[in-house]
Antibody, heavy 118, light 105 residues
């Protein structure tokens, strides 16, 4: 049974860093591209970053380039999102999701909430 | 590439047929998915490849279209279909539509 479990969210101050994790189970992580998608309170879904199944290719939404880094450790069945220089507008629920190569997202995690506030 | 959904919200009676449209700013072939997000829940894939129903999704959901114009249809709307529906482009660019909120009268 496919399961994705995000962790690492919390309340942080502006300018600080946070690393989110997504533990995968029930499938072979190395066979899938992995996404981070976020949703600000009361807003729609926003694609944040994607990493290919090999880990060689990484893409980011233009507005976040340079602040966020997506990575994966297939030996630990875990996806990561390193977030630096956090801003109040980064406040959101962050979901991890998987997709077969060249395919659509087919499973989502339940999300972890990040709140950036003084 | 931008995806524009319409309407932004709708209210229909149980048993009604509901149609949501998603228009892409340029040709995306059929690299389009539809996701359902029930209140307080994570999204769930309904349709991929514009018209292929994901395993386990009720057959009252269907998708059509290619190129720039796509539709999601819910035949015989049910109370459990209350949700926000998002279209998503994948493969060579990743974008979500702004969402369509569906309510049952």
């Amino acid at each position: 049974q496919v399961h994705l479990a995000e962790s690492g969210g919390g309340v942080v101050q502006p300018g600080t860093s946070l690393r989110l994790s997504c533990a995968a189970s029930g499938f072979t992580l190395s066979s899938y591209a992995m996404y981070w998608v976020r949703q600000a309170p009361g807003r729609g879904l926003e694609w944040v970053a994607v990493i290919s199944s090999s880990g060689k290719d990484r893409y980011y939404v233009d507005s976040l380039k340079g602040r966020y880094t997506i990575s994966r450790d297939d030996s630990k069945n875990t996806l990561y999102l390193q977030m630096n220089s956090l801003r109040p507008e980064d406040t959101a629920m962050y979901f991890c999701a998987r997709a077969p190569p060249l395919g659509a997202i087919d499973y989502w995690g339940q999300g972890t909430l990040v709140t950036v506030s003084t | 590439i931008q995806l524009t959904q319409s309407p932004s919200s709708l209210s229909a009676s149980a048993g009604d047929r509901v149609t949501i449209t998603c228009r892409a700013s340029q040709d995306i072939n059929n690299d389009l998915a539809w996701h359902q997000q029930r209140p307080g829940k994570a999204p769930k894939l309904l349709i991929y490849g514009a018209s292929t129903l994901q395993s386990g999704v009720p057959s009252r959901f269907s998708g059509s279209g290619s190129g720039t114009d796509f539709t999601l249809t819910i035949n015989s709307l049910q109370p459990e279909d209350v949700a926000i529906y998002y279209c998503q482009k994948y493969h060579g660019g990743w974008t979500f539509g702004q969402g369509t909120k569906v309510e049952v009268k």
